[in-house]
């Protein structure tokens, strides 16, 4: 089997020049730093877990350091990741002062006899494994303070619908063994209430693997794929046999029409092809398959290049 691998850096829109350059090269090192795993015969859950906490530790994603604060201008984070090969699911719900919520919902997925714990729980857990907390303020930066005050400042009350430039973070890989898997983690929505869970902690909505149909990872407005199942929806219709394009058109316009829900998705099927697609103005995204390296940011515009 040859490795596949694909990352997205959330949907976004406005991204300023200066910072597009910066979240490109993010997004390809993501990709690199996974495909070299599965390369190296590595498995996918480890190609989309270090490509996720690449991301995390990046400030310019909505993700570990870097994510968006909350209506008290805290950082609670969403997080989880799947093997496609036993459907094993770990997830972490409003998790504080940690780096890599990615790493803890793995932890979940292979310590515990659970898929998902939340908040306290998930704090005690991280504790136990010797998950290091850190200060609140090292997942703060400068940018989303001003944008919490903008949010605050400009709009008053929680609109969901037109966020700008954020940048939850996701991945997608296929190993060569044939293994699928996905991750998936995010600060969430701007200005959001203490206690508010996305999809992307909720498996069959942030992300779903199974090695007989492929992995997908999501990102986009979090109440609207929730209510659609997102990630389960899409490759239930690659299970009908659509093409990942036409299964990612059909399931991001059901949201689109029915919720007017933006959001995006990646995906990578159990025979090797991958799709990206998404509704909101654009979307970072990095693909690495054969050698080469896929990537692009806004609609219509992908580059090709070598991969080292
Ligand atoms: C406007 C959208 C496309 C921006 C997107 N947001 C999320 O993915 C939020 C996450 N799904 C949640 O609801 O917690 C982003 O961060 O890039």
Not at 158 to 172: F, I, M, N
Not at 176 to 187: D, I, L
Request: hydrophobic share 40%.
């Amino acid at each position: 089997m040859n490795p596949v691998i694909v990352v997205h850096g959330g949907g976004a829109s406005n991204i300023s020049k200066d910072r597009k350059e910066w979240v490109r090269q993010g997004i390809i090192k993501a990709a690199e730093a996974g495909y070299k795993i599965l390369m190296d015969g590595g498995s996918a859950v480890d190609a989309v877990e270090v490509a996720v906490a690449f991301l995390e530790d990046h400030p310019e994603f909505n993700a570990g350091c870097g994510s968006v604060l909350n209506v008290n201008g805290d950082v609670e984070m969403d997080a989880s990741i799947m093997n496609g090969q036993d459907l094993s699911a770990g997830a972490v719900s409003a998790v504080r002062c940690i780096a890599n919520p990615i790493k803890l919902a793995r932890l979940v997925m292979e310590k515990t006899a659970h898929c998902f714990l939340t908040d306290q729980g998930a704090a005690k857990f991280a504790a136990v494994m010797g998950v290091p907390t850190i200060p609140k303020e090292q997942l703060v930066t400068e940018r989303n303070i001003k944008r919490l005050e903008k949010e605050k400042h400009e709009k008053g009350a929680l609109k969901l619908d037109c966020q700008q430039d954020l940048g939850t973070v996701g991945a997608v890989a296929l190993d060569c063994k044939g293994n699928v898997a996905y991750a998936t983690s995010t600060g969430g929505i701007v200005n959001k209430m203490v206690g508010r869970v996305g999809d992307t902690p909720c498996i069959g909505s942030g992300g779903y693997a199974d090695n007989d149909i492929g992995a997908i990872s999501t990102t986009g407005h979090g109440e609207s794929i929730l209510k659609v199942n997102l990630a389960r929806l899409t490759l239930f219709h690659v299970e009908q046999g659509k093409t990942l394009e036409e299964a990612a058109n059909m399931s991001l316009g059901y949201m689109k029409s029915k919720l007017k829900g933006l959001g995006g998705v990646i995906l990578v099927s159990k025979a090797g092809d991958w799709a990206v697609k998404w509704t909101s103005t654009s979307m970072p995204w990095a693909a690495a398959k054969n050698g080469k390296l896929h990537s692009g940011i806004d609609l219509n515009e992908t580059s090709i290049t070598d991969l080292p």
